[in-house]
């Protein structure tokens, strides 16, 4: 398919040479004679690159570039000019353009430069259909739920999303906080900028400093040379900051800079560096309480809770369980390309009654373990771990159990391909507890 290109000129004659020209070079070429017609032909068609005279009868063609900038990011823009300025061609680069030529002059690079813009628009349209669907996998729309603590939550987030304002994100572990942060980003205007999620409860005190602020060669051994820190990759966009009351008091003191003053200083560094990063936070503790007992800087807390929503526990919102449980069965169905479309009532009435310690990480990988042992196109209790069906039943027997649980670990390492680690995930278990339950049932 031929590229797109839009010529806007109120001189006919030339619009005309130019399109012919332009023609010949293997574009599809499309004609206007003012900067309104030229947006509205952009509004509908698929353009790739804009050559545009800078006097134009409605519309100086240097401020033209916004609007096309603001209709179609990616499309490129020349500004042609029989007469050009410095002045016009500083601005006309500062609003977006791709280039400023003067007419006559530099007719032999208009070739050259339409190919190198239309190369360019072609990639930035990409990332922006790549960046479309991030947004819309990770929008609130995809949050699933329909009870009121959960619905409330949502509607604070969305309002939220549009402004710029730090939100500090609480609720038990497993609640889907980060998949709510990555939500609010998706949401707002940084969209198209990057999200960085990093859990503070991963990394020493010293190691969590350098991994968010970066460090200069020499700072310490083996820094060989600069590194740039998390707040710097996500510049314009927005930090996630999971299990926040982890954080050591020396490196809160630090973030509370960032958060007064956008600045930091890099670990071996004397200078400041400045960002621009919206910062989003969570913990699953009472950081009131935590600020009391001496563990949390208390005005680092206030510059953190300008805006708190608390997601609820699953076990709060009992009316989900089954919503959830039906979207994960059919995501890991899909996965391995398995029929299974359904789960018999039991099976519900068994996620129903289990308190979820866990919430919705454990419930997910529940059902990921279900679908994996199922031998047919319903779900039901025997795909359910043991506990779920003898921790009320009096009249099981510790045969019956272990038989039920050599099982289990036998189709989970069949399905991991022998991956004990990954078999250890799925099954909930640590990775020497699964080595010891391989040996008392012979399955190494």
């Known amino acids: 398919m031929k590229p797109k290109v839009l010529i806007i000129d109120d ?19 499309l004609e206007a004679a003012t900067g309104k017609e030229g947006l509205k032909i952009l509004a509908r068609e698929n353009i790739m690159a804009v050559l545009s005279d800078v006097k134009l009868p409605d519309i100086n063609g240097v401020d033209l570039v916004k609007n096309i900038k603001e209709l179609r990011p990616y499309v490129e ?38 190919n190198q813009a239309v190369d360019k628009a072609r990639l930035q349209l990409k990332v922006y259909e790549l960046e479309a669907k991030l947004a819309k996998k990770y929008s609130f729309a995809n949050i699933i739920g ?9 509607a604070l987030g969305r309002k939220v999303a549009a402004t710029n304002t730090t939100v500090l994100l609480l609720g038990q572990t497993g609640t889907g906080k980060e998949v709510f942060a990555s939500a609010i980003h998706y949401d707002s205007e940084r969209r198209l900028m990057p999200f960085v999620a990093v859990n503070c409860s991963s990394f020493t005190p010293e190691l969590l400093e350098s991994e968010l602020f970066g460090y200069k060669a020499g700072a310490f051994t083996g820094a060989v040379k600069d590194k740039k820190g998390l707040f710097e990759e996500a510049q314009y966009g927005t930090i996630f900051l999971d299990e926040i009351g982890e954080m050591s008091l020396e490196l809160q003191a630090k973030l509370l800079r960032v958060l007064e003053s956008k600045t930091f200083i890099k ?18 503790r009472d950081l009131m309480k935590e600020s009391e007992a001496g563990r949390f800087r208390e005005d680092l807390y206030y510059r953190l809770s300008v805006f708190t929503i608390t997601l609820p526990s699953l076990n709060e919102r009992k009316g989900d369980i089954e919503l959830l ?3 994960y069965m059919e995501e890991f169905a899909a996965k391995i390309n398995s029929r299974i479309n359904k789960m018999d009532n039991q099976f519900v009435e068994l996620l129903n009654s289990h308190h979820w310690k866990g919430n919705i990480r454990e419930l997910k990988n529940c059902i ?33 159990l272990a038989t039920i649980e ?29 080595y010891r339950k391989l040996e008392e049932y012979h399955l190494n």
Request: neutral net charge.
């Open 11 to 29: 001189e006919e004659k030339l619009r005309g040479l130019l399109s012919r020209i332009i023609g010949l070079e293997g574009f599809e070429v």
């Open 77 to 114: 823009v020349i500004n042609l000019t029989a007469y050009g300025t410095v002045n016009d061609a500083v601005k006309a680069i500062q609003n977006g353009a791709f280039n400023y030529i003067i007419k006559g002059d530099d007719n032999e690079k208009i070739i050259p430069l339409l």
């Open 146 to 154: 329909q009870s009121k603590q959960i619905t409330e939550a949502i």
């Open 267 to 284: 670990v071996g560094d004397t200078q400041t560096t400045k960002v621009n990063v919206r910062i989003l936070a969570a913990t699953n």
């Open 325 to 327: 449980a039906k979207h």
């Open 368 to 400: 990921e373990r279900a679908v994996i042992l199922a031998d047919s196109e319903t779900l039901t209790p025997n795909q359910l771990p043991p506990d779920f069906r003898f921790k009320n039943s009096s009249n099981s027997n510790a045969l019956d």
């Open 406 to 434: 050599k099982q289990h670990i036998f189709k989970v390492l069949q399905y991991t391909g022998g991956n004990k680690t990954e078999a250890a995930r799925l099954l909930g278990i640590g990775l020497t507890t699964l």
